[in-house]
Each structure stands twice: as structure tokens, then as C-alpha cells.
């Protein structure tokens, strides 16, 4: 399996800040990437796909890059309804990986 | 406007069954992968399953946690999917969500969910 792995677990940031979480897979997934947002008792909600393009209706404040292994999210101008959790997921291959999530905090 | 809606959540003992289902409406269902994902309580998120669609002879494929014991259907005459769930462990214990997998240019990933069925395995 495809091991996911996200840091940092969490994050304290201020609103207006600009903050950046990486994924890294324990093997190469090319482009095969997607990125999460989930609040507290809500379903999961796609920003990312491809490693790198927006998801129709995502601001674009949200921003993903990298390819392989490594990754990264970039959220700019943080706003209070982005303090969230975030994670990463592969679909290069079965079974479909997440990683144990960001947790994305107000300072 | 694309919604899924799951039901069917619940108590269950150890051993037991239960079957979830996911109505889906707003876009053709026939058409789309769905997958089930669950979350344990305080946890991160677990890929369960997916169901292709006809295109694809409807074949499925399954996490080694739950091949052998769950089985994910679909009535695309229905605008369902479903998930059956047997032998169910303490470790189920989950929101399960089920999600459409949409594709572009070759992604294909989880670009709606629904909101969850809570399920909890317990004596």
C-alpha cells in the first residue's frame, strides 16, 4: 500500500496568514493527488485535484503543486472559515491512501 | 445540483449486519464510480470500496479491512448505491460517506460527498 504521509499534524496560523502543508507518498504517484477540507461534523470537500488544479468553485487562494512524491497545499490570506482539518489522497493505485491529516488551527 | 443522501446507520452487536444505502440525485448516476470512505470517531478518513459503473461490467474493489465481510452494489435504475455489511467488528465503528468519483482529463477522484451514516458496532 501507499503510505500518505502529511505534515505537520497541526498548524497554528493567523487570520491573513499564509500557510503551507506538505503530503509525502512512500511511493511515486505522479500527479495522482487530491486535497481535502473538512469542518467539524461535515463530509470531506475537494479543493485540489491532480496535485495541482482547482476544483470548480474552490477560491483560488487555494494553490497544490508537486509531483512523485511530494507535495504541497498552499492556503493564502487566511480567513476564520479556513481554520479547518486538511488531508491528502492518492489514486495512483489501490487501495486509495489518505494521509492522517493537517489539522489547521487560530493562533 | 448534485446531492448524495446516505441512510440505514445504526447499533448493531458484534457479528451483526447492516446494509447503507446512498441515494443519489442531480447527475446521471449511471455514468460515475462510487465509492464508500468511512471516518472513526476522532479519526482520519479510510477508503472502504468502489463500485464501477456499466461501462466497466460494475466491478468492484475493496480495502483488505473489509474484503470478505462488506459488499458495495448499486441499482442505477434506483439512483442508489449500497453497502452491506457483514460480520461487523468493534473496529467498523464509523461515519460512513459515500462519494461520487468524477473524472477529468484522467483524475479520477472524490468530487462530491454525502453527509454520513453513523454507524456503531457495539454489545
Known amino acids: 500500500d501507499i503510505q500518505m504521509t502529511q505534515s505537520p499534524s497541526s498548524l497554528s496560523a493567523s487570520v491573513g496568514d499564509r500557510v503551507t502543508i506538505t503530503c509525502r507518498a512512500s511511493q511515486d504517484i505522479n500527479n495522482y493527488l487530491v486535497w481535502f477540507q473538512q469542518k467539524p461534523g461535515k463530509a470531506p470537500k475537494s479543493l485540489i485535484y491532480?496535485?495541482?488544479s482547482l476544483q470548480s468553485g474552490v477560491p483560488s487562494k487555494f494553490s497544490g503543486s508537486g509531483s512523485g512524491t511530494d507535495f504541497t497545499l498552499t492556503i493564502s490570506s487566511l480567513q476564520p472559515e479556513d481554520f479547518a482539518t486538511y488531508y491528502c489522497q492518492q489514486y495512483k493505485t489501490y487501495p486509495i491512501t489518505f494521509g492522517q491529516g493537517t489539522r489547521l488551527e487560530i493562533k | 445540483e448534485v446531492q448524495l443522501v446516505e441512510s440505514g446507520g445504526g447499533l448493531v452487536q458484534p457479528g451483526g449486519s447492516l446494509r447503507l444505502s446512498c441515494a443519489a440525485s442531480?447527475?446521471?448516476?449511471?455514468?460515475?464510480?462510487m465509492d464508500w470512505v468511512r471516518q472513526a470517531p476522532g479519526k482520519g478518513l479510510e477508503w472502504v470500496g468502489r463500485?464501477?459503473?456499466?461501462?466497466?461490467?460494475?466491478?468492484?474493489e475493496y480495502a483488505a479491512s473489509v474484503k470478505g465481510r462488506f459488499t458495495i452494489s448499486r441499482d442505477d435504475s434506483k439512483n442508489s448505491l449500497y453497502l452491506q455489511m457483514n460480520n461487523l467488528k468493534t473496529e467498523d465503528t464509523a461515519v460512513y460517506y459515500c462519494?461520487?468519483?468524477?473524472?477529468?482529463?484522467?483524475?479520477?477522484?472524490?468530487?462530491?460527498w454525502g453527509q454520513g451514516a453513523l454507524v456503531t458496532v457495539s454489545s
Open positions: 463500485t464501477r459503473n456499466k461501462a466497466n461490467s460494475y466491478t468492484t
Open positions: 462519494a461520487r468519483v468524477g473524472v477529468v482529463a484522467g483524475n479520477y477522484y472524490f468530487d462530491y
Open positions: 442531480g447527475f446521471t448516476f449511471s455514468d460515475h464510480y
Open positions: 491532480g496535485a495541482s
